[in-house]
């Protein structure tokens, strides 16, 4: 497969998610590294979560195509063309020290100047290799490094501490080194966001970051942060105090399996599963909570690029149209512990993503949910308008005095 041209990439239900070989990626060293912190600071190399030649090649010309600097100007923007000028590499390094390697520049070019190119082309696949570069690409803002971070005891110390030494989503959270940096990680967002503070999950998420950046914990604090910025993201709204978000992204899922997989809704219902059981873990821990983490790192490539709203809703209905038949056949009990993924030792984010990618959720969608429901929420006003131009108005409205 030769490099993948922009005109293919017009509609997303075209994309060619490229399949992920689970069984070529062992690594003999991987266990002899997994107790030695010392050798740890490129964990996200080591993550197995599957690797694909003819994806690594298509990144690779695709990046490459980006050291052109005289190419034809593609946009009328100042700043996109001039970073196409070599002079001014040196001083963009300068400018953005969240970015620090060359691919990660170009990258940064790619999305400046083809950003749904960007966005299609990662939910293709990312390289494991390019991974962080392109969820700190993604999520850039200049202005979350320039924050001054540190270590200062606050309010969220007590829980934090009792959350930490129970994020075990992999050996290396058992030395203490690797846990120094998920608390740094916490008690700064919490101390940036003292309006969010901290929330039972954020550990889970954080630490899946830390395993992909290399145990980088300013730059996972970056990313970290533009989630609890951004309208795209809405991590504030997700785990404020009385967590408002959570709540209406249920309301959304619970209608949407109502609409496109009635028999299981029937079933959960007939079965007394309530959302709390199972999507509230999902939403809260990033799925690192029900899911084992090699899946979560897939599952957070689509979440980067689609949105916490619909990046949650089209996986978690994907998760579920995937299962239908399997979760019709289970009683009360085993559907709790149906949803334990971790267990099954069966790689599911590839096919799940690939599911929501074919018949994803839209915006228009969401809205209709939101004129139709009768649940007394919080944010239904603001999600009537979700996707459109008055969505980001209302969102700054309910945002205000919750961000930095």
């Known amino acids: 497969m030769g490099q993948l041209s922009c005109a293919q990439f017009q509609q997303e ?5 490229m399949s992920l070989y689970f069984n070529k990626q062992e690594n003999q060293k991987q266990n002899d590294r997994a107790n030695s912190f010392s050798q740890l600071h490129s964990i996200g190399k080591y993550l197995n979560v599957g690797q694909n030649p003819k994806l690594d090649l298509i990144w690779e010309q695709k990046l490459d195509s980006f050291k052109v600097y005289d190419e034809p100007i593609k946009t009328l923007s100042n700043y996109r063309n001039s970073l196409s000028k070599p002079q001014n590499i040196e001083q963009f390094f300068k400018d953005c020290p969240l970015l620090t390697q060359d691919y990660e520049y170009y990258m940064f070019r790619f999305f400046i100047q083809e950003k749904q190119e960007f966005k299609q082309y ?39 501490q009792k959350d930490i ?12 080194a690797v846990v120094q940096k998920l608390d740094y990680v916490l008690s700064n967002l919490a101390q940036s966001y003292p309006q969010v503070g901290y929330c039972q ?10 395993l992909v950046s290399g145990a980088r914990e300013q730059e996972t604090v970056c990313v970290f942060a533009e989630l609890l910025d951004s309208p795209f993201y ?4 997700l785990f404020k105090e009385d967590l408002p978000l959570l709540f209406i992204m249920e309301e959304i899922i619970m209608n949407l399996m109502q609409i496109k997989l009635p028999k299981v809704y029937e079933h959960f219902n007939n079965c007394n599963i309530q959302p709390s059981i199972w999507i509230s873990k999902i939403l809260l821990s990033g799925f690192v909570y029900l899911f084992d983490y090699l899946d979560c790192v897939l599952f957070w490539d ?10 949650y809703t089209n996986l978690i209905i994907a998760m579920i149209t995937i299962h239908q038949e399997a979760l019709l056949t289970k009683d009360e009990a085993a559907l709790f512990a149906f949803f334990s993924f971790q267990e099954q030792n069966i790689r599911w984010g590839d096919q799940i993503i690939k599911q929501a990618i074919s018949k994803p959720i839209e915006d228009k969608d969401i809205r209709q949910i939101m004129k139709k429901t009768d649940k007394k929420l919080d944010l239904v006003k603001l999600f009537k308008f979700y996707g ?8 700054g409205e309910l945002s ?5």
């Open 388 to 395: 459109k131009k008055e969505f980001d108005k209302l969102y």
């Open 165 to 176: 030494n129970r994020t075990l989503i992999s050996d290396l959270f058992k030395e203490e």
């Open 234 to 237: 809405m991590f504030n709204l």
């Open 122 to 160: 990662g939910l293709m696949g990312i390289p494991q290799q390019y991974r962080w570069g392109y969820w700190k690409v993604i999520t850039f803002k200049k202005g979350i490094f320039r924050k001054r971070f540190d270590s200062q005891t606050n309010e969220a110390t007590y829980c934090i």
């Open 201 to 210: 999950g954020m550990n889970y998420i954080a630490a899946l970051f830390l």
């Open 400 to 404: 205000n005095g919750i961000n930095k």
């Open 13 to 17: 239900e075209s994309v060619n998610r």
């Open 302 to 311: 689509y979440i980067f690029i689609k949105g916490t709203v619909l990046g």
